[in-house]
C-alpha cells in the first residue's frame, strides 16, 4: 500500500522504517497521498503526532471503532486512551 485512500482514523499501523522501527500507532490524521499522522501515547503523543510516510509503514486491517468516532466528532481523547487501545497490539509481538 503506497497511497492513503484505503488508510482510516483510528487505523493500527507498525512502523518499518526509522528509529520507531517495530512500534506500534494508531492514525490520527491524513496529509496527503503519501503522509499521515500517527501517535502511540506514550513516545508521541497527542500534541505531537509523527508525519510518517505510508511506504514505511505496516497498515493492519484493524481500525479502533470507539477512537475512529471520537476523531471524527473531534471528541477529547488523552494518551492514556491510545495507549489502552495499543495495549493488545503490543502483547502480539
Not at 15 to 30: E, H, I, Q, Y
Not at 56 to 65: A, D, N, R
Amino acid at each position: 500500500m503506497e497511497t492513503t485512500s484505503d488508510i482510516h482514523l483510528g487505523q493500527v499501523v507498525r512502523s518499518k522504517a526509522g528509529r520507531d522501527k517495530g512500534k506500534v500507532f494508531v492514525v490520527l490524521g491524513v496529509v496527503d497521498d503519501e503522509y499521515v499522522l500517527i501517535a502511540d501515547g506514550d513516545y508521541r503523543g497527542l500534541d505531537a503526532p509523527k508525519k510518517k510516510k505510508i511506504k514505511h509503514l505496516i497498515v493492519y486491517k484493524t481500525v479502533l471503532e470507539d477512537l475512529n468516532e471520537k476523531l471524527r466528532t473531534k471528541q477529547k481523547i488523552n494518551n492514556a486512551y491510545i495507549r489502552k487501545a495499543l495495549d493488545p497490539f503490543y502483547n502480539e509481538i
